[in-house]
């Protein structure tokens, strides 16, 4: 299962060495951001810093694509952190990404759901905290980032059968002239979609000896930040990640967690919670996040933690509130307001 961690990230150092290569000041971005400029020397930051950076790059960029673009080509692989470089020297592509979307977990914010459907292969990004997504030139330059590492380990030009992007992303045509294929944009997920009969071609990178060093220290540590995880936070992640796909059960989540119901019942009543707190726990935080949003309608918020009717929320968070969503979302843009003025 993957899972989140700490909320700290850590920058790769070849982030800003890349930066400085396509004309991008580290500086600038950093002061665009509003973040110290220490970051650049000392890059461990929080999600929501780590979203900052990004966005300040974009809007530096001017436009999104153009960013993602020239970032993906810049980047070079001597620069790779240990969990990537673990990927680049794969045997081939299907390795690659697989090492990829396990080793991740180590790289947050971001997680990759894999599916192979008949002749296709989708790679599915999600955020590892559901209430904050990443700003779309992030969303950009990771799945470039997959192709990339698919071109670089082959040595061939390899092209997507299919993008698909939720949000705008600035000149779609230099999109699918590096992607090599149809880029589609306000769609329901994020999503690049290969085809797999690229799957199983060789990595010309590939380095048995160095994986034999990476992939034991990378498991290990992989191992140890899940065990630090309480089963209440694990639990919370999958409701957070998957209230929006429809009516979500204690059965199911235990499914996925690889043990009964019974076994996850008697785990959260050790750590002093139930099922059904956690549930409304996680609804509770992620309406809040989304009503901040103020283009959401609520009838949008009450979907996306998994409502099925407006009203069923309504009570809901009237219970754990006292108000209403639409009171408290006026009473807090009033709140956001006078801290302006002031």
Not at 164 to 184: H, K, P, S, T, W
Not at 190 to 209: C, G, H, I, K, V
Request: charged share 25%.
């Amino acid at each position: 299962m993957n899972a989140p961690f700490a909320d700290r990230i850590k920058i790769a150092p070849g982030f800003w060495t890349s930066l400085k290569g396509i004309g991008v000041e580290p500086i600038d971005v950093a002061r665009k951001a509003c973040l110290p400029l220490t970051i650049i020397t000392e890059p461990v930051v929080t999600t929501a810093q780590y979203y900052s950076i990004w966005q300040a790059y974009s809007e530096l960029v001017g436009d999104i694509a153009t960013g993602i673009v020239k970032l993906a080509a810049a980047y070079k692989t001597t620069q790779y952190p240990p969990a990537a470089l673990a990927t680049f020297h794969a045997r081939n592509y299907r390795d690659a990404l697989n090492r990829m979307a396990r080793y991740k977990q180590l790289c947050p914010p971001e997680n990759l759901r894999i599916q192979e459907e008949g002749e296709l292969y989708l790679i599915e990004l999600e955020w590892q905290h559901a209430e904050l997504s990443g700003p779309p030139v992030l969303v950009g330059i990771t799945l470039a980032y997959l192709l990339e590492l698919g071109r670089r380990g082959t040595g061939r030009f390899l092209k997507a059968h299919s993008v698909e992007f939720i949000n705008y992303m600035g000149d779609v045509q230099a999109l699918e002239g590096y992607f090599g294929c149809r880029v589609r944009t306000g769609t329901e997920r994020n999503q690049l979609t290969l085809n797999r009969e690229d799957l199983d071609r060789p990595f010309t990178s590939y380095n048995e000896e160095l994986l034999e060093i990476l992939t034991p220290s990378l498991d290990r540590t992989l191992e140890e930040r899940q065990s630090q995880l309480t089963m209440s936070t694990k639990v919370q992640w999958i409701l957070s990640r998957c209230l929006t796909q429809g009516k979500i059960d204690i059965h199911s989540v235990a499914s996925e967690l690889g043990m009964s119901e019974r076994t996850l019942q008697r785990r959260l009543t050790e750590e002093g919670g139930s099922f059904k707190q956690l549930l409304a726990k996680t609804r509770r935080e992620m309406a809040v996040a989304y009503l901040a949003d103020p283009a959401l309608e609520i009838k949008e918020v009450a979907f996306l933690i998994g409502y099925e009717d407006q009203n069923s929320f309504y009570r809901a968070f009237r219970a754990w509130t006292g108000e209403t969503p639409a009171n408290w979302r006026v009473t807090q843009d009033n709140w956001r307001s006078m801290l302006v003025t002031e």
